[in-house]
């Protein structure tokens, strides 16, 4: 069985950082690529950042490039997530999936973020 | 690439076929996927490709549609698929969703 577990998530400062973890079972790691999605709470959903099963290539949307950093451990099966300068509208439910061609075929949980001052 | 969801939100009673659109601002061909969310929980994938379902979805749910149109259909609702469904599609390595469309019971 598939599964993805995140952790990390909680309180933070507006300029601060926080890092998530998230740890796969129930598939061979390295020969998938994995990702970060969140959502606001009652609002859409928003890719974040994808890093192929190497790790050699990551990919990032504008709202977080130059402030999150993505990066896995294979030999650890779990995938990260640096949060640095981290703002107000970074406040969401973070997801780990599991990344098949396009799209997310296996979901975490999620993990809530919340950046306040 | 913008997509686009349509309606916002979609009253039905359980029976009833539901046809939930997205438009994709240019041609995507049929990199198109849809994801149900109900409340409290992640989303699941129901389609890929535009129109294969996902492992487990039941063959009520269908997909249809390539370049910039797709549809959703739900043949016969049930209960359990009142809930919020997404659009979404990857154009180089850049992943967006449409907004969602609500179903929910009438």
């Known amino acids: 069985e598939v599964q993805l577990l995140e952790s990390g998530g909680g309180l933070v400062q507006i300029g601060g950082s926080l890092r998530l973890s998230c740890v796969v079972s129930?598939?061979?790691?390295?020969?998938?690529?994995v990702s970060w999605l969140r959502q606001v709470p009652g609002k859409g959903l928003e890719w974040v950042s994808s890093?192929?099963?190497?790790?050699?290539?990551?990919y990032y949307a504008d709202s977080v490039k130059g402030r999150f950093i993505i990066s896995r451990d294979n030999s650890k099966n779990t995938l990260y997530l640096q949060m640095d300068s981290m703002r107000a509208d970074d406040t969401a439910v973070y997801y780990c999936?599991?990344?098949?061609?396009?799209?997310?075929?296996?979901w975490g949980q999620g993990t809530l973020v919340t950046a306040s001052s | 690439i913008v997509l686009t969801q349509s309606p916002a939100t979609l009253s039905l009673s359980p029976g009833q076929r539901a046809t939930l659109s997205c438009r994709a601002s240019?041609?995507?061909?049929?990199?198109l996927v849809w994801y149900q969310q109900k409340p409290g929980q992640a989303p699941r994938l129901l389609i890929y490709?535009?129109?294969r379902r996902a492992t487990g979805i039941p063959a009520r749910f269908s997909g249809s549609g390539f370049g910039r149109d797709f549809s959703l259909t739900i043949s016969s609702l049930e209960p359990e698929d009142f809930a919020v469904y997404y659009c979404?599609?990857?154009?180089?390595?850049?992943?967006?969703f449409g907004q969602g469309t609500k179903v929910e019971i009438k």
């Open positions: 999936v599991r990344s098949s061609a396009y799209y997310a075929d296996y």
């Open positions: 129930g598939f061979t790691f390295e020969n998938f690529a």
């Open positions: 890093i192929s099963g190497s790790g050699s290539s990551t």
């Open positions: 240019q041609s995507i061909s049929d990199y």
């Open positions: 490709d535009a129109t």
């Open positions: 979404q599609q990857r154009n180089n390595w850049q992943w967006t």
